[in-house]
């Protein structure tokens, strides 16, 4: 009787343990409000929480935030937003195209107009890679500019030449005549 409670008792441990390795993991990415300003929202602007699922969330400062998974990018339109990743998390933080992953207990804010952004590393690094493609790094109590860069002009696509027709002397007929109903 004692050796078959013993092995009663070692598979309901072995099914709890199997219960909580199953459990999803919880991110240790939050959205932080601005110690500066504690009456504020966790946010300003519209987040655009792209997940590596290829979900889209639109957010509104009032609207309840999803949990933020690894690999989300957050982008945020004429606002703000301060995010801190876990000791094994990673995000990119997205402005103006601008890509920048955070990652290992870092912390940043991101603010993003229409024009122009800034990024700001409270703790850990971002890295983003630079218009020739190279990997830059900007430390903790460091600062990046973003500005968007101007299109290049649009080149004509064809040559203006004459077509041979004078448009100004060809009349064209009402739509309601009988002239310009289709023939059939």
């Known amino acids: 009787m004692v050796r078959s409670q013993r092995i009663i008792m070692c598979g309901v441990f072995f099914l709890i343990v199997l219960c909580f390795l199953s459990l999803p993991a919880f991110a240790e990415i939050k959205l932080q409000k601005d110690p500066n300003s504690p009456s504020a929202t966790l946010f300003d602007g519209t987040l655009i929480l792209t997940f590596s699922d290829g979900r889209i969330s639109l957010l509104e400062p009032s609207d309840e935030i999803p949990e933020i998974m690894p690999g989300t990018i957050l982008e945020v339109l004429n606002g703000k937003f301060l995010v801190a990743t876990g000791t094994n998390e990673q995000v990119v933080a997205s402005c103006l195209g601008q890509n920048f992953d955070v990652g290992g207990g870092g912390s940043v804010s991101l603010s993003c107009g229409e024009q122009s952004g800034l990024l700001k590393v409270h703790a850990g690094t971002a890295t983003f890679k630079d218009e020739t493609g190279n990997l830059k790094t900007i430390n903790a109590g460091e600062e990046y500019k973003i500005e968007l ?36």
Do not use: H, N, Q, Y
């Open 149 to 184: 860069k101007a299109a290049p002009s649009a080149k004509p696509t064809a040559a203006t030449e004459e077509s041979g027709f004078d448009l100004d002397e060809i009349e064209v007929p009402d739509s309601r005549s009988f002239e310009a109903s289709p023939k059939t």
